[in-house]
């Protein structure tokens, strides 16, 4: 890692997304968001699931549509090429299924910065899928809440 303080470092990984001494760069996060990136010197690029969801929760959050606390669901879907050099190769084959779904487990790694930058008090329940075109097509994201549910 680059130890002196003049070189700016973009990390495209997971590794510092939640990390408290790293500028989230999402510039439209909130209105001071845009300058804590311009004045930083380590920023992590945010993810590709995120900042759909990001995009999408963080100002009803903000507005006190979506409570903090509410049950989400999040279902998204992207294209094959987004899940690197394995996925690439089966999807390029000849012998695949036409769309799948993973991360059952709900330890997605994209699940802490999901529920970190939406102010959201608990993780989404997250339900990633991959489908037969390639990520340049971009990916679509659909949350679910069920106003008034008791939780």
């Known amino acids: 890692m680059v130890e002196n303080d003049r070189t700016v470092v973009i ?4 590794a510092f997304r939640v990390d408290d001494d790293w500028t989230y760069g999402f510039p439209e996060l909130s209105k001071s ?5 311009r004045s930083s010197k380590r920023i992590s690029n945010p993810g590709c699931y995120p900042t759909g969801f990001i995009a999408l929760i963080r100002p009803l959050v903000d507005a006190g549509i979506v409570p903090r606390d509410a049950p989400l669901t999040v279902n998204a879907i992207s294209g094959y090429s987004g899940g690197g050099n394995a996925l690439i190769g089966i999807y390029e084959s000849d012998d695949h299924e036409p769309w799948g779904a993973y991360g059952f ?17 608990k993780k ?13 097509r971009g990916l ?3 949350f679910t809440y069920c106003l008034g549910l008791t939780h």
């Open 11 to 14: 990390d495209a990984s997971t």
């Open 105 to 121: 487990s709900m330890n997605h790694k994209h699940l802490p910065e999901m529920a970190k930058y939406t102010g959201l008090e």
């Open 124 to 136: 989404p329940i997250f339900q990633p899928q991959v489908a037969t075109f390639a990520q340049v």
């Open 33 to 37: 968001q845009h300058d804590s990136i």
């Open 140 to 142: 679509r994201e659909l």
